[in-house]
């Protein structure tokens, strides 16, 4: 395969993964609260949830290693804490997320059946493909992506052309802010660190190119699935904004039905569902593979631990899988308030040049991280009155980013301090 067929295949690989069903309901309901605000919320979305999961791959190209190297420069110990807890949350949240989205979206609608059964159905037949693996999940890959892509464009323009009442004003208090803090539901961030891993691995396994070709190709690749990505989500987020005076909808599956139904008709609503159930399941299948394979290595390759893990995630998946999308994106805000911070400023130092992001500078910059993005974490689980006094000095604390400005400072005085090191 010649390096121009790799780029593109790599490229739509990319998108696919990147791309799961959890992002397809998050875009419209976010500009449906933005209204005319919503080119904002999508360069906020795009920040997080394009900008930074692309610069993880660019990040790996550099490595040329796996999902522990991405941490490593802290420590070894903080690379296998950070990984677990990763996996931990991927396995939690987004995984079982993939069942209540099919509930809603292809089961609720059409046919009689409690959202506890059909979660233990899904994770039962998620589980025989992740203890028996097969290339049906590539194969569908293939189409699915492609067709879900069509579909979705035929509703955003279809959507846009109708006839609009005007755009209602935003509920955000910050839209650009809001845009970003959504875009950390994607969970993009986070798969962009262990996606980027697997794809070099992937390229290793080959033995066709060299580290230089491989840097080459993959930064094109993530560039392509990039520009893709934010077309998609800019679409999405227009069009909820362009209907946000027209219709009246509660949550983020409902207004995507309510936006496919208008463009295409029960029919194509009903065929976005088998599509949205294809893309939820083959999502699913990835993450419970790529954690037990993630355990099967910290334990010396056992299989046992793999299946293990494998059984207990689907376990885990049928209890959090049947409650309801809306509630699991809240119930998601505190462990991504802890985990995202510091996965956003690793995947920076990683593609940082290497002179100016030492292991001294890793581990300040990621323990200032931490600290500063702790009363961002407790916002969440203890009443608002009680953080006041440390968000009222501390800049972007009121956004949920109280951590930035911290952790910038710490990377400027901590180079500064290691360059007088040098001369003296």
């Not at 993964?17 to 904002?40: D, H, Q, R, T």
């Not at 995202?340 to 995947?347: D, K, N, Q």
Request: glycine residues 10%; neutral net charge; aromatic residues 12%.
């Amino acid at each position: 395969m010649t390096q121009g067929k790799q780029t593109v295949v790599t490229a739509f690989a990319l998108f696919s993964l990147f791309f799961g069903a959890g992002n397809l309901i998050l875009p419209p309901f976010l500009g449906y609260n933005a209204g005319e605000s919503w080119l904002w919320v999508t360069l906020g979305f795009a920040v997080s949830a394009v900008l930074i999961p692309i610069l993880a791959i660019y990040g790996h190209a550099r490595l040329q290693g796996t999902m522990l190297d991405f941490a490593n420069k802290v420590t070894p110990g903080f690379a296998i804490f950070y990984s677990i807890c990763v996996y931990a949350i991927s396995i939690s949240l987004p995984s079982p997320r993939t069942a209540s989205v099919t509930y809603e979206m292809a089961i609720q609608p059409y046919f009689e059946m409690s959202s506890l059964t059909l979660s233990t159905l899904y994770f039962a037949v998620v589980l025989i493909f992740v203890l028996n693996r097969t290339k049906i999940i590539s194969i569908i890959g293939k189409f699915l992506t492609p067709l879900i892509i069509l579909l979705l464009v035929a509703v955003v323009l279809i959507g846009l052309f109708s006839e609009l009442e005007p755009m209602k004003q935003s509920l955000f208090t910050n839209s650009f802010t809001a845009g970003i803090l959504e875009g950390y539901q994607t969970f993009d961030a986070i798969g962009g660190v262990v996606v980027g891993g697997v794809i070099i691995i992937s390229f290793n396994l080959q033995g066709k190119f060299d580290a230089p070709e491989k840097r080459k190709m993959i930064g094109r690749a993530g560039l392509i699935a990039g520009i893709g990505l934010f077309v998609i989500y800019g679409g999405l987020i227009a069009l909820g904004a362009s209907h946000s005076g027209t219709v009246t909808s509660s949550n983020r599956t409902e207004l995507l039905q309510i936006l496919s139904t208008g463009s295409l008709g029960s029919i194509g609503t009903a065929f976005l569902g088998v599509l949205v159930t294809l893309a939820c399941f083959t999502t699913a299948v990835g993450i419970v593979t790529g954690t037990a394979d993630f355990v099967k290595g910290l334990l010396k390759d056992s299989q046992l631990a793999y299946i293990i893990t494998a059984v207990l995630g689907c376990i885990l998946g049928v209890a959090v899988g049947q409650w309801d999308v809306h509630y699991i994106i809240d119930i998601a805000l505190p462990a991504l308030m802890f985990i995202y911070p510091i996965t956003i400023v690793l995947i920076l130092l990683n593609v940082t040049p290497k002179k100016l992001a030492s292991q001294w500078v890793f581990r300040t910059v990621v323990i200032v991280t931490f600290l500063f993005s702790i009363p961002d974490f407790l916002g969440f689980l203890i009443a608002q009155e009680q953080l006041q006094g440390i968000r009222g000095w501390l800049p972007f604390a009121n956004d949920n980013m109280g951590w930035i400005l911290p952790a910038l400072i710490t990377f400027v005085i901590t180079n500064v301090v290691l360059s007088f090191r040098k001369k003296d």
